[in-house]
């Protein structure tokens, strides 16, 4: 598997599998067959087929994180490469890099930010280049609202026979953005791809405690395709059980159940299930509960002042959220609701960043907060850009739903006999 933009790695995470979640987050009904084990009050996930040669990102922490995570797995040296696709691209016309060969799945989560309800929406207008850097003069395939385009062009040199693209749900009502990202990707290799329609998937229909949408365009190397999967992949409606997307095991609400299946979906993942074991970060030995923003509460009129209801999903985690990241609880004064918890005295706080990573999904022994050797108090990996690498992450367990929905159908996607 190829990865781009691949940050810290949440896709990567879920794509290959091997990882713990909350017991909560997995419908045993629907998908016992993917615990390995249960450990306490978490699951242990299977490995998938699927595992990272190459992965890339323009943050350092990002491949800090990656490399913390992923060494502790196999030998990754050289996997990362701490470069913009924009120059590895050109790196490799020059002949002066290559990409691994034989890549069954590439997927990438090109920037989001022109295209976020949050941003300022300039979509393929960006005034950022490909370094993420305000330059007025960058030529307009190179900007960062763009990055899509050089997606494409890895898909052209690696010929994978399929790859996932994804992004924020605000791309899909931005104009036509949609439809022309998907009619570019349709043209790689000169109508080499089946390109599906893209679709929508709330995080929260698959375990993940949280509120966060996201929109996968999927294409499939028609070459490589069998008949019979070209044939029903081609069909305007594609059978639930044929399509690459997941079904959902959760429910958001108490929806009406039209079918068998649809009885037997779990009840949405709460916030209180996903922090029942942990320990206030005053009495945590692990280094991204015990460090945390301190920001004040600044009143109703400022982002990320809310407290979070412990009976209900939490909030989409943000990357851009300056210190104001959701509080853990409210004191009295301000609003505060867990009166039970407020007469322990347990103290007004916002998230911490292992409350902000397990509702991404991500497993524990996921570092966000690194320290250097010299000690505590300085840090490869600090608190501030963790919140970042958190909130610009797929959901793990989400990327694990669409890769267990990928392999059980590989053999008949791409067998040809």
Known sequence: MLSLFSGCGGMDIGFEGGFKVNKNCI???????????????????KETIFETVFANDIVKHGQISWENYFSKKRDIDGVYRLESIVDIVKKHKSKNFNFPENIDVVTGGFPCQDFSVAGKRKGFKSDKNHHGELDYNVSSIETRGMLYMWMKEVIEITKPKIFIAENVKGLVSLGDVRDIIQNDFSKIDKDGYLVLNPKVLHSAHYGVPQSRERVFFIGFKRSSLSPEALNLLSNDEIPDNISPYPMPTHRLTSEFAFSERDKKLKNKTTLKSVFEDLKEPELSDDNSQKYYSKAKYYGTKV???????????????????????????????????????????????????RECARIQSFPDDFDFVIPNEEGHKKFKLSPSLGYKLVGNAVPPLLAYHLAKKIESNWELFFNKK
């Open 27 to 45: 419908n045993v009904d629907l998908s016992k067959e993917w615990i390995s084990k249960k450990r306490g009050v978490n699951y242990e996930l």
């Open 303 to 353: 982002q990320g002042q809310k407290e979070i209801d412990l009976n209900n999903i939490g909030p989409t985690i943000r990357s851009e959220h300056h210190g104001n990241i959701e509080f853990r609880r409210l004191s009295e004064k301000n609003g505060g609701k867990h009166k039970k918890e407020l007469s322990q005295g347990l103290l007004e706080r916002r998230l911490t960043l």
